[in-house]
């Protein structure tokens, strides 16, 4: 049994990997067949809850029956999404990650659910979550064991992916781990994107083949979005303000290069919402809702949906806010500009809208005031010749009418964000 100690430093090991790709000249440009993603899913961000990084890898079903990788934890989370108001602002998929298996394959090559822990097995988990009217999402991992050491999908895609549609699984999360070359990781990525579309079965497809390319060399996205319907670019989000600034810094750092490619279908996905849990401060919590609903990142929540807080629950299910991030337009938002220890960003929305987020990442200190001409915003053209400006975080509030020449000015807690929506007025 694994401690949570043991679980940190096998994910922190996982990049270990990398240290065998040394025959970049030998990279796999494709597969016969297909090309993959043209699937039509994932068409917004997807929304949903993921176990891991709330429960990690704990298997002691003994000692801690309610928060161990069970059967029992998914059914209790599939009700409460179903009746709680979850599923019905966007959150639909249910999504087990890791520490889900037996320990070995069945006689034939395939994966199992842990017996003792699963004892209707994925299937029934499946159909029960079906019957909620939500999707289900499972875990594997491209090498030869995934990070906790449980059966890895090398030498197996094509009767994983058989087994995961006959499951009625609706998403796979592919992590990267135990890898132990470049075209084992590329042509992994790319043999079970196909392998899942040959199923039939409409799959969503989540991947951390960036992840573990970047230590390397910069990947190439354009190829990635052929495969993948969203992908993972830097390391494991914690319950933590620190995890979610060196999030941001890295996504900033790299805009240039990821925001072009994300769209319909394609998404960049920096890891998970941990709003609800102990880490974070409320200003915080709404910093993370904000810019991610800004970088039109997949929503995939990992708290304890039985113990949360009413402000929390109100946060993630934010309607205004989710409009923001399902904008069908489908345009990831980037950061404008930094000044002062202040961030400004903003994204296009459809109509003409725009998305403007300004967080305060001062640590010291009360709130501080902002101001920004609106004519900087939207590349010019939010505001011109005016516009209608609403306040949805912290509070929602309507600004008024702003023309093209006025000023805006905010105060925002320290690191706190306050986020607008900007609407033409005529």
Not at 56 to 67: G, H, K, R
Not at 349 to 372: D, F, K
Request: aromatic content about 12%.
């Amino acid at each position: 049994m694994m401690t949570a100690t043991m679980m940190l430093v096998s994910r922190v090991r996982r990049l270990g990997c990398v240290l065998a790709f040394c025959f970049l000249a030998l990279f796999l440009w494709g597969l016969p067949g297909a090309r993959a993603l043209d699937n039509g899913l994932a068409m917004t961000p997807t929304m949903g809850w993921l176990h891991w990084e709330r429960f990690m890898c704990n298997v002691n079903c003994q000692e801690e029956p309610d928060s161990c990788i069970s059967e029992k934890l998914f059914l209790q989370i599939a009700e409460i999404m179903a009746s709680d108001g979850w599923k019905d602002v966007g959150y639909e998929y249910l999504c087990i990650d890791d520490c889900w298996m037996a320990p070995e394959r069945d006689s034939e090559g395939r994966l199992q659910a842990d017996p003792k822990r699963f004892p209707g097995g994925i299937r029934r988990l499946a159909n029960y979550v079906h019957s909620k009217g939500l999707k289900l999402g499972i875990y594997a991992d491209v090498g030869n064991k995934t990070c906790a050491g449980f059966p890895g999908s090398f030498g197996y895609y094509d009767i994983d992916a058989k087994t995961f549609a006959d499951w009625g699984v609706d998403l796979l999360k592919f992590d990267g781990c135990y890898c132990d070359s470049i075209n084992h990781l590329a042509d992994g990525y790319k043999h079970m994107s196909l392998a899942l579309n040959r199923t039939g079965r409409s799959i969503v497809y989540s991947c951390e083949w960036p992840l573990y390319m970047w230590p390397i060399f910069k990947p190439n996205y354009t190829e990635i979005r052929e495969y993948c319907n969203h992908w993972r670019n830097f390391a494991d989000v914690y319950d933590s303000w620190q995890s979610i600034r060196s999030i941001l810094d890295w996504t900033t750092s790299n805009q240039e290069r990821i925001v072009p490619v994300a769209g319909p279908g394609g998404w960049n996905d920096p890891d998970m919402l941990v709003i609800g849990n102990f880490g974070l401060s409320r200003d915080q919590q709404i910093t993370q809702m904000a810019l991610w609903a800004i970088m039109a990142a997949p929503l995939l929540m990992s708290n304890d949906l039985r113990h949360i807080s009413l402000e929390a629950k109100a946060l993630l299910q934010d309607k205004d806010v989710i409009a923001i991030n399902q904008d069908p337009l489908g345009k990831q938002g980037y950061r404008l500009r930094k000044e002062d220890n202040f961030e400004v960003w903003e994204r296009p929305l459809s109509n003409l809208a725009w998305a403007v987020a300004m967080v305060n990442l001062q640590e010291i200190g009360g709130p501080r005031s902002y101001t920004i001409s609106v004519t900087s915003l939207g590349q010019g053209l939010a505001c011109n010749p005016d516009c209608l400006i609403t306040q949805l975080l912290p509070v929602k509030r309507k600004l008024g009418f702003y023309e093209w020449t006025s000023s805006l000015k905010t105060q925002i807690n320290p690191t706190g964000t306050v986020l607008l929506r900007l609407e033409r007025a005529s």
